[in-house]
C-alpha cells in the first residue's frame, strides 16, 4: 500500500457520518392566569378576598354595640340584633322595655342594606369578569363600610341618649336631662371593629388582584 492510500481519510467509516448531538429543548413557559389575580398554587388575592367578604357576614353575629347607663349594662346588641330588630333594651331606672336605638323601633335599615351590599359584592365577584367584577365589589364593599360606620358610630350613640332621656319618666324627676343623657355609654365592641377591618381587607386585596389584571 502507497503512502497516498494510507494518509487519504476512510468516507465509509461509522466515525465520519456519526450526526451530531442535538440541544435540550428549552423548558415550558408558564403564564400565569389573568382572571387569578396573582398567587401561587391556587392561592390568590381575590380567593382571599372572597374569604373575608364571607368573614364580615359571619361576624355580624359577634357584639357591636353596648349600651349601658350609671355602670349597669342595658343592652348588648350584636350586628344580626341591629339588621332584625329583635333587641329590646331594659331601663333598670323605670323598669320598662324599649327597642333598641333604631328609627321607627325596626330593623336599623343601614346595617340591613351594608349586609346586603357585602353579599352583593361576593356573587358580582364571581358572576363578573376580571376589572368590572372587582371594581363593582369594591364599590359594593365601600358602601357597607360606610354604612356601618354611620350607623354604629354616629346614630346609634344619638338615638340611645335620645330614648333613655324620653322614657325615662317619673323615676328620674329632680334629675337634669342633659347630665341623664351624658350617663348612658355607648360603647363599640370588638365585633363591630373585626367586621369593619374585614370588609376593609378585602377592598385592599380586591384593588391589588385589580392591579394585576392586565386591562382588556
Not at 461509522?14 to 413557559?29: L, Y
Not at 339588621?83 to 340591613?112: K, R
Request: glycine fraction near 10%; hydrophobic fraction near 50%.
Amino acid at each position: 500500500m502507497s503512502d497516498s492510500d494510507r494518509g487519504a481519510p476512510d468516507v465509509g467509516s461509522g466515525a465520519a457520518t456519526e450526526p451530531m448531538p442535538s440541544a435540550p429543548p428549552p423548558p415550558p413557559v408558564i403564564r400565569p392566569d389573568p382572571n387569578a389575580g396573582g398567587g401561587i398554587a391556587g392561592f390568590s388575592l381575590a380567593n382571599v378576598a372572597r374569604a373575608l367578604k364571607v368573614a364580615a357576614l359571619l361576624l355580624f353575629l359577634l357584639p357591636w354595640v353596648t349600651v349601658s347607663c350609671a355602670e349597669q349594662t342595658l343592652v348588648s346588641m350584636s350586628g344580626l340584633d341591629l339588621a332584625t330588630g329583635s333587641v329590646t333594651v331594659h331601663n333598670p331606672m323605670t323598669g320598662e322595655t324599649a327597642h333598641p336605638p333604631s328609627d321607627g323601633n325596626g330593623p336599623d335599615m343601614p346595617v340591613v342594606v351594608a349586609a346586603i351590599l357585602i353579599v352583593l359584592a361576593l356573587v358580582l365577584s364571581f358572576v363578573l369578569r376580571r376589572r368590572v367584577g372587582a371594581l363593582a365589589s369594591i364599590g359594593a364593599l365601600a358602601g357597607a363600610a360606610a354604612l356601618i360606620g354611620y350607623s354604629v358610630l354616629y346614630r346609634i350613640p344619638a338615638k340611645a341618649r335620645e330614648d333613655v332621656t324620653q322614657q325615662s319618666g317619673p323615676a328620674t324627676q329632680g334629675v337634669d336631662q342633659a347630665q341623664l343623657a351624658q350617663m348612658i355609654r355607648v360603647e363599640t365592641e370588638l365585633g363591630f371593629w373585626l367586621t369593619l377591618a374585614a370588609i376593609i381587607g378585602a377592598i385592599v386585596l380586591t384593588w391589588m388582584s385589580l392591579r394585576r389584571v392586565p386591562p382588556t
